[in-house]
Every structure is written in C-alpha cells, then in structure tokens.
C-alpha cells in the first residue's frame, strides 16, 4: 500500500512518519526545497514540484496510490491534488483552516473523501482519513503509545470472545466498551463482544498493525513494518 502526501509541513510530515512506521510506502510532495531536503533526510520518496499539477502527482505515483493526502497550507492546491487523485481511484482527505465558513466546508466535503481541519483532528487522525474503515487512531498519548478506538464489523475474529478471551499480549489492553449506541464503560472480564460494539484500547505505536489484525481480522490489508 502507498500514500501520496502533497505537503510536508507540520501536519504532512506527522502524517507521512506515522505512516512510514506503521510500514506503507509514502511519496512526498513539495514545491519547499528545504522541506524536500528535510523528507529526503527522513528517508521518504521525494518529489519536488507542484501538487496541484497532475503530471507531478503522475511521477509521485498517484496512479498506484491507495490514497493521497491535500495537507498543505493552500487549500486551493489540496483540493486540485484531490481531485486528480480522485480521478486515479484515490482515496482522498483535504486539510482545510479553521476558518472557512459552512457552505465552503460542505462543497469541499462533497467532492472528497475526508475534510481535514488539524487544528482539531491532528496528524493522526489525517492518518485515519486516509486509511478510512472503523479503526481510529485518536491521539497520540506519547511517542509510543496511542489512544485508539474501533466499531466490531459482522466477521471480526472477537466476536462471542468475553473481554477477558482477548489476547493482545503486551501490544494493547482494553480499556472501555460499550454497545452499539450506548455509553463506553470499563468492561468486566466476562462481557461478550458483539457485532456493532465498541472498544477503546491504548496501544503501542510500533503495533498498531498486529493488534488491528487481531480485533479485525481481514478487515485491514496486511503490510510489513520497515
């Protein structure tokens, strides 16, 4: 799985090491020349050009990316950049500023996958945007560890596993749960996981992957950590 990431400022450079740990492939895009020293010193593939112009996405791979990302500061060159990725079967999040008004948001949020505002939603929560489906990563509690919440889909392997069945080893631990619709509260060991539950876990950084796969099975593609 690859990533095109237009911007490698605050929030796109967050988002592409988040990313790039977790093991996918990410292209990074910038006009910055001394952001694209700085993406290439990180060890990222790197192209020097304008996201908004469809022949630069071309050499950045967005036709075999899963999905690109907007994140620069213009919010005129995130939505071009998600346009064209939309048009080679991307999945799509555009940063936007806070103060844009409702009938701008709702227009942007027509035409893309995720509207991304970071002053709220942060680079792991664009991480999530990008990848779509029930897993979200909500914050980042350290460098290590981050807060991390799912919806239990109809094949999850849990499902009829009591809280206390689940193993996650030392990756994660269980925190909360709740009913679909209903409050979260700390789960006692014999409660049972049904379709539509949902789980909050703290999880190590360096196996989000794992666990993903243990609660969710072949919900997630696999993919390797670098």
């Known amino acids: 799985m690859s990533f095109v990431i237009v911007g490698y400022g605050r929030v796109g450079a967050r988002t592409a090491r988040i990313l790039d740990t977790e093991g996918y492939d990410v292209v990074v895009v910038d006009t910055d020349s001394n952001k694209i020293t700085r993406a290439d010193n990180a060890g990222f593939d790197v192209i020097e050009g304008d996201g908004s112009n469809d022949s630069v996405l071309k050499r950045a791979g967005v036709n075999q990316a899963v999905a690109l990302g907007g994140l620069t500061g213009d919010p005129t060159v995130n939505f071009a950049a998600c346009l064209t990725g939309k048009q ?18 709702e227009r942007y949020e027509s ?13 792991a929560g664009a991480k999530t945007a990008l990848l779509g489906g029930n897993f979200n990563v909500l914050d980042e509690l350290t460098e290590g560890l981050s807060l991390t919440s799912l919806s239990v889909p109809t094949d999850a392997p849990i499902i009829g596993q009591t809280v206390n069945e689940i193993e996650l080893g030392d990756h994660g631990r269980i925190y909360a749960h709740g009913r679909a619709n209903e409050p979260m509260t700390i789960p006692l060991p014999a409660t049972t996981v049904k379709t539509g539950d949902r789980l ?16 969710m099975g072949d919900n997630w593609p696999s993919v390797s950590n670098k």
Do not use: K, W
């Open 88 to 105: 080679h079967g991307c999945r799509v999040a555009m940063r936007i500023s806070e103060d844009f008004n409702s009938n701008v948001y």
């Open 111 to 123: 035409d893309v996958d995720e509207v991304i505002d970071p002053e709220r939603l942060g680079a």
């Open 200 to 215: 909050a876990i703290v999880v190590e950084q360096n196996n989000l992957i794992e666990v993903r796969h243990t609660l």
